[in-house]
């Protein structure tokens, strides 16, 4: 799923490309997408875009008449940019926004299809959407702490609430709890004053990196190239390869249709989290340990 990095990319482009200039055309090729039918997506026809707004993961275009099309691109949804009234004839091709300086196209690869598409009239309706999670990259460690620690639950799972935290998901929270040394398993109710200073530094930094680095592979064109799996990253999608910082192998937690990867050593002092599916099948053979684990796989 796109998360604060690259939606926030994706809003920067579109608002250089596409701002001040109106929108001709609107080609819907899966009905299923828009989810609101009043006010008619026909309003939006020869409407001038006045600006582009990040809301959470959620991008906005708001345009004249007080209209916004509210879109979230989920798991698999991707923008492109393509000359001007691009056909869409493939079956990952959702929509179609025409300019006169080209063709927006929403495409959305999988057989699942959640990708949103709303249009509201007004500010108040547009607060609909807001899910309340806080902007991290805008908030005092005080205030960080608070919302930390409004609910007791697991750090990966809080960092991954849009009510609780903006721009979150599966890819970055990994990259973010390893650049603060926390175990994803830890509840937010034991986290030190200390250790929340460290999240909170560490979902900054981390943001602010991999903006900037997409920043620089976009250039003056548009975001080509919308991952979870980026090279660089410490520890998501790493699976059994190295840690960049202690060389031990980066573990997972598996569950649902993700997983959660660390590191042992950096995070869990060495501690192996247990994966609820082989931990329940294994039970007391479960390795508790990094060393346990080695030790099970060279005996065979």
């Avoid at 920067?12 to 828009?34: H, I, K, N, Q, W």
């Avoid at 959702?94 to 949103?116: C, I, M, N, Q, Y």
């Avoid at 937690?253 to 294994?282: K, M, P």
Wanted: aromatic content about 6%; overall charge positive.
């Amino acid at each position: 799923m796109p998360e604060l990095p690259d939606v926030t990319v994706y809003r920067e482009r579109l608002d250089a490309l596409l701002v001040g200039e109106v929108l001709e055309d609107l080609r819907l090729r899966s009905t299923f997408l828009l989810r609101t039918v009043e006010p008619p997506l026909a309003a939006l026809h020869g409407t001038r875009l006045t600006g582009v707004e990040r809301l959470g993961k959620r991008l906005v275009f708001g345009f004249e008449g007080g209209l916004f099309l509210v879109l979230h691109l989920m798991i698999a949804g991707r923008l492109h940019w393509c000359p001007r009234e691009k056909k869409l004839g493939s079956r990952i091709d959702l929509a179609a926004f025409d300019f006169a300086p080209g063709t927006l196209v929403l495409t959305e690869a999988g057989s699942k299809k959640r990708a949103s598409l709303h249009l509201v009239r007004g500010r108040a309706a547009l607060a609909a959407f807001d899910r309340g999670g806080l902007e991290v990259q805008g908030a005092t460690p005080a205030q960080f702490a608070e919302r930390l620690r409004s609910e007791n639950r697991t750090l990966k799972r809080a960092l991954c609430d849009p009510t609780l935290f903006a721009g979150i998901g599966n890819a970055y929270s990994d990259e973010i709890l390893h650049a603060a040394r926390l175990s994803p398993a830890t509840l937010t109710a034991r986290v030190t004053d200390a250790e929340s200073e460290r999240l909170r530094a560490a979902i900054v930094q981390t943001f602010d990196r991999w903006t900037q680095q997409l920043r620089d592979e976009t250039g003056d064109g548009f975001p080509s190239k919308v991952t979870a799996f980026r090279d660089g990253m410490a520890v998501h999608g790493r699976y059994g390869k190295p840690c960049p910082d202690c060389g031990a192998p980066v573990q997972r937690i598996r569950y649902a249709d993700n997983e959660c990867n660390y590191c042992a050593v950096c995070q869990c002092g060495g501690r192996l989290l247990a994966d609820r599916g082989l931990s329940a099948l294994l039970k007391r053979d479960w390795p508790k340990t990094l060393a346990e684990l080695e030790e099970r796989r060279r005996g065979g």
